[in-house]
T-cell receptor, first 112, second 112 residues
Framework: DSGVTQTPKHLITATGQRVTLRCSPRSGDLSVYWYQQSLDQGLQFLIQYYNGEERAKGNILERFSAQQFPDLHSELNLSSLELGDSALYFC???????????FGQGTRLTVV | DQQVKQNSPSLSVQEGRISILNCDYTNSMFDYFLWYKKYPAEGPTFLISISSIKDKNEDGRFTVFLNKSAKHLSLHIVPSQPGDSAVYFCAASARDGQNFVFGPGTRLSVLP
């Protein structure tokens, strides 16, 4: 158990809909990262938050947004969903730079 | 343009032998490197890391070697066990310790 909790584990939704993925980082970790893994691909970095503020942005679509709340949990909002958004979405957290990040179990999103 | 490359999509090794997984990177600002292991339907699990000030780091059966001049790192698993069968991701981060850039992964199969 990495200590990072993601909910829900699975999500099936229709095209055009909006969903929210939730992540609770390990206790004490201020940094939260979101990654997307499409079918058998590598992990693509989406966005990072540190202590409530956006710190770095990767290949995140404009239809996607995220935030980190005062209790440090984070949410990834995906809107106007398309079939191609079907993927595993992982959240990771870490304590400080140049240390490992710990990943949650992921949310499998299926857009039909 | 992929900044972290794992040119072998898959590797098969006999149980008890050495597994060598390779990773190349292009960004000279990377100074911290990690290996993650991923089983199906689970999040990536941290395995081992190395800072650019070292050229080798060892943890039990796992050793990571870093060749900065060649921008190459490798993960050695000795002896390989069937439970090591998984997808292995190489990741790198730059000096400011922000997001990790992941390679596409290598699927290791350890045959009994």
């Amino acid at each position: 158990d990495s200590g990072v909790t993601q909910t829900p584990k699975h999500l099936i939704t229709a095209t055009g809909q909006r969903v929210t993925l939730r992540c609770s980082p390990r206790s004490g970790d201020l940094s939260v990262y979101w990654y997307q893994q499409s079918l058998d691909q590598g992990l693509q970095f989406l966005i990072q938050y540190y202590n409530g503020e956006e710190r770095a942005k990767g290949n995140i679509l404009e239809r996607f947004s995220a935030q980190q709340f005062p209790d440090l949990h984070s949410e990834l909002n995906l809107s106007s969903l398309e079939l191609g958004d079907s993927a595993l979405y992982f959240c990771a957290s870490k304590r400080q730079p140049n240390t490992e990040a710990f990943f949650g179990q992921g949310t499998r999103l299926t857009v039909v | 343009d992929q900044q972290v490359k794992q040119n072998s999509p898959s590797l098969s090794v006999q149980e008890g032998r050495i597994s060598i997984l390779n990773c190349d990177y292009t960004n000279s600002m990377f100074d911290y490197f990690l290996w993650y292991k991923k089983y199906p339907a689970e999040g990536p699990t941290f395995l081992i890391s190395i800072s650019s000030i070292k050229d080798k780091n060892e943890d039990g059966r796992f050793t990571v070697f870093l060749n900065k001049s060649a921008k190459h790192l490798s993960l050695h698993i000795v002896p390989s066990q069937p439970g090591d069968s998984a997808v292995y991701f190489c990741a790198a981060s730059a000096r400011d310790g922000q997001n990790f850039v992941f390679g596409p992964g290598t699927r290791l199969s350890v045959l009994p």
